[in-house]
């Protein structure tokens, strides 16, 4: 491992002189991915600085009724928050989805923003990787790319975006809330993650020295109608091959609002709002799902080995907005039981 310093912040400002102050600076969380990096010689921060010290794992709600997400607070405690489970249950499920219990009660919501890609050659320092080393090439184009992108890529990177938290925030209409040398600001979330283009190294929108301070949630969780359906290759601490995250507000059998983002397909959450406007005055039937699926996977190119994703990812959908649709009705029948001994 490289050497390197540490100091620990006391203040979100101090952190953020602490990092311009240092090149090679990066910021600690709760390390689940930076110190693997950091372990394979992939990552070679020269200076670390601590953030467990700001006081930003706090769960709280807002004026609009929202609710705020601390950057700090761990996957674990925003899983189970009572809120959260009964707000926001398609976050709650994503959560839980991913990673094991050990690694959600260290990883913090603001760094799960931050992960970097699984793909292979991204930590194999004996092959050519752009987003590794900007201008070496990509050995996933022409190689084994069982894992990669089938939308959304390019000529330079077909990885993809590892996180299942961050696709369910993405169909909730998340804000990014940070702090930099700039001040304060807020990014949307269907912007600050970023397609590969031209610059597969540049993750994020996030400027040199930023730092995600809160994520906020709208008023609209979607409680009634909503699904996280993970496609792996086995079920327990396995990325995702296809993600969905569906959610529905429904009208009897007529769909007024939907959200629909997809996991493992591509440099960042994928969502798609044409696709969901296909599906809003629509009956939540098949066909309409089907129509939907379509819509989102035009485009679409695998790999080779990957070729089996477009079609994995077309079923997922469905069977998603499905499940997600059947939600309710399995609500009505517990209350209808409830009320009816």
Not at 225 to 243: E, G, P
Not at 294 to 313: D, R
Request: neutral net charge; charged residues 20%.
């Amino acid at each position: 491992m490289n050497t390197f310093t540490f100091s620990q912040a006391t203040g979100v400002a101090a952190a953020v002189q602490d990092n311009a102050a240092h090149d090679g600076a990066a910021y600690l969380g709760g390390g689940t991915n930076l110190i693997d990096l950091m372990k394979e010689n992939v990552a070679r921060p020269t200076h670390l600085i601590g953030l467990k010290k700001l006081g930003l794992d706090a769960i709280e709600n807002l004026p609009d009724g929202g609710l705020r997400l601390g950057a700090l607070a761990t996957n674990a405690d925003t899983a189970y928050h009572p809120e959260v489970e009964k707000r926001y249950p398609l976050l709650n499920q994503a959560i839980l989805a991913g990673a094991s219990p050990q690694l959600r009660n260290m990883a913090t919501d603001g760094g799960n923003l931050m992960q970097r890609t699984r793909c292979y050659y991204f930590y194999d320092l004996a092959t050519p990787c752009n987003k590794r080393e900007p201008g070496s090439g990509c050995s996933a184009i022409g190689g084994y790319t069982r894992v990669h992108a089938i939308l959304g890529a390019s000529e330079h990177c077909i990885a993809t975006h590892p996180s299942d938290m961050c696709v369910a925030l993405a169909a909730l209409d998340t804000t990014v809330r940070v702090s930099g040398p700039n001040g304060e600001r807020t990014i949307k979330f269907e912007d600050f993650h970023r397609l590969p283009g031209d610059q597969p190294e540049r993750d994020n929108t996030l400027e040199p020295g930023e730092l995600i301070t809160g994520l906020d949630l709208p008023a609209k969780g979607f409680e009634k109608n909503f699904s996280y359906l993970k496609l792996r290759d086995r079920t327990s601490y396995a990325f995702a091959l296809v993600s969905v995250a569906a959610a529905l507000e429904l009208d009897g059998n007529t769909i007024k609002d939907a959200r629909l983002a997809l996991g493992g397909v591509a440099h960042k959450p994928w969502r798609d709002k044409e696709a969901e406007a296909l599906l809003i005055g629509q009956p939540a039937t098949a066909d309409t799902f089907r129509a939907a699926a379509a819509k989102v996977l035009t485009g679409a190119k695998g790999q080779g080995t990957n070729n089996f994703k477009i079609e994995l990812a077309k079923r997922a959908i469905v069977r998603a907005l499905k499940q997600a649709t059947e939600m309710n009705q399995a609500l009505d029948a517990n209350a209808f039981q409830n009320s009816n001994p």
